[in-house]
T-cell receptor
């Protein structure tokens, strides 16, 4: 089955700096890659996604890149703000089966 | 409000108790999922229902028993659980179609004592 690895497990950045989270996947059949943000006491919420026919996608301060050849994808958050502090999960999807990374706890220091 | 509602939000149960978790989605989706979230572990897929039919049972112990009476409701029946079953149980829904996002509920924080 699919195996998704995510790094780093924890990340601290100063407010205004950029944050990058990286994931790798194993199954070349994966074709959809969502990123979720989970705040304390809440369920994960989608923040951005990318499909296998696209190399990069951007939504305001958030961007995702995908390298299908290398089987890795990354989340980039620019101009970080304290409210960006949360746990972020990457996922790879085959059909409607979702396989998640272990999560990255991001802390933005004011 | 994500459109996926889970109840209860918190549950404490003894190892001999029987309880049920409930999930309801108002998004018109046709696939529903149970995930287990433990500290420092990836989200673990437990069960998948597509069009009310169970399509995935990810080696889950029989003390967890899912039920999907219709495409909007999903239950997880619990009996004779172990302390290591304490975790956040998340319900999600999506369309069966490839490449669509899963929407999660807020989760039920389960503590087995």
């Amino acid at each position: 089955g699919e195996n998704v690895e995510q790094h780093p497990s924890t990340l601290s950045v100063q407010e205004g700096d950029s944050a990058v989270i990286k994931c790798t996947y194993s199954d070349s059949a994966s074709n959809y890659f969502p990123w979720y943000k989970q705040e304390l006491g809440k369920g994960p919420q989608l923040i951005i996604d990318i499909r296998s026919n696209v190399g990069e996608k951007k939504d305001q301060r958030i961007a995702v890149t995908l390298n299908k050849t290398a089987k890795h994808f990354s989340l980039h958050i620019t101009e970080t703000q304290p409210e960006d502090s949360a746990v972020y999960f990457c996922a790879a999807s085959i059909g409607n089966q979702f396989y998640f990374g272990t999560g990255t706890s991001l802390t933005v220091i004011p | 409000e994500t459109g996926v509602t889970q109840t209860p939000r918190h549950l404490v149960m003894g190892m001999t108790n029987k309880k049920s978790l409930k999930c309801e989605q108002h998004l018109g989706h046709n696939a529903m999922y149970w995930y287990k979230q433990s500290a420092k572990k990836p989200l673990e897929l437990m069960f998948v229902y597509n069009f009310k039919e169970q399509t995935e049972n990810n080696s889950v112990p029989s003390r967890f028993s899912p039920e999907c009476p219709n495409s909007s409701h999903l239950f997880l029946h619990l009996h004779t659980l172990q302390p290591e079953d304490s975790a956040l149980y998340l319900c999600a829904s999506s369309q069966v179609t490839q490449g669509t996002e899963a929407f999660f509920g807020q989760g039920t924080r389960l503590t087995v004592v």
